[in-house]
Nanobody, 124 residues
């Protein structure tokens, strides 16, 4: 069965950095785009970043563009989210997700499997 396991979250001061990882199993990883989403308390889950199956195409939410970088290692079945210049408003649970196809997409409805999430807390 499909499994997505996030790790790397934690507590960091404003301006700091974190690297989130998502280990995937149960499907042919290099055939599908992957995405990162986040959900803050009392808010809807929102798109953060996505990467195509081969890793050549990436897209970001305006709020993280230039600060976050999504990448993947298909040999390790892992997708990453490098976060820098973190701000308190980045505090949320971060989820990785498997897309239904090979192309990167910002639409939640085009993702069919989700991880359990990892908490990122940024203090001011």
């Amino acid at each position: 069965q499909v499994q997505l396991v996030e790790s790397g979250g934690g507590l960091v001061q404003a301006g700091g950095s974190l690297r989130l990882s998502c280990a995937a199993s149960g499907f042919t990883f290099d055939m599908f785009a992957m995405g990162w989403f986040r959900q803050a308390p009392g808010k809807e889950r929102e798109f953060v970043a996505t990467i195509s199956r081969g890793g050549k195409v990436t897209r970001y939410a305006n709020s993280v563009e230039g600060r976050f970088t999504v990448s993947r290692d298909n040999a390790k079945n892992t997708v990453y989210l490098q976060q820098s210049s973190l701000q308190p408003e980045d505090t949320a649970i971060y989820y990785c997700a498997k897309a239904t196809g090979q192309f990167s997409t910002v639409n939640r409805g085009e993702y069919d499997f989700w991880g359990q999430g990892t908490q990122v807390t940024v203090s001011s």
